[in-house]
């Protein structure tokens, strides 16, 4: 788990790429089951599995000091399983079921 307390760190994670692991959004917050949704409608429309953090952000319309509660939102779902975060897609599987 990524924490982002620093800059740096946040910098980082705008430049990653999601991964939509699991298609549920049992016990999730307001912001975790926005993010969900706006990957299983982003699937079922590009065909994509790698989507930019900074993309997400952008259709959102997150403002700088509304970020750390998105983070936050992107870290608690990495940690429950649902989603990947990736900072290389290139050097990622794209067959998942192949674990």
């Given amino acids: 788990m990524i924490c982002v307390t ?3 760190t ?3 994670l705008t430049r990653a790429f999601l991964v ?3 298609d549920t959004t049992w016990k999730c917050g307001t912001v975790e ?3 969900v949704n706006y990957l299983r409608r982003q699937i079922r429309h590009s065909k994509r599995t790698h989507f930019a953090v900074e ?3 952008e259709n959102f319309e997150v403002k700088k000091h509304q970020q750390r509660r998105f983070f936050d939102a992107i870290e608690r779902l ?3 399983g649902i989603i990947k975060i990736v900072f290389n897609p290139f050097f990622y599987p794209m067959n998942l079921s192949s674990k």
């Fill in 6 to 8: 620093t800059k740096v």
């Fill in 10 to 12: 946040s910098q980082r």
């Fill in 20 to 22: 939509l692991l699991r």
């Fill in 33 to 35: 089951r926005l993010v």
């Fill in 55 to 57: 993309d997400i952000l």
């Fill in 78 to 80: 990495e940690k429950r």
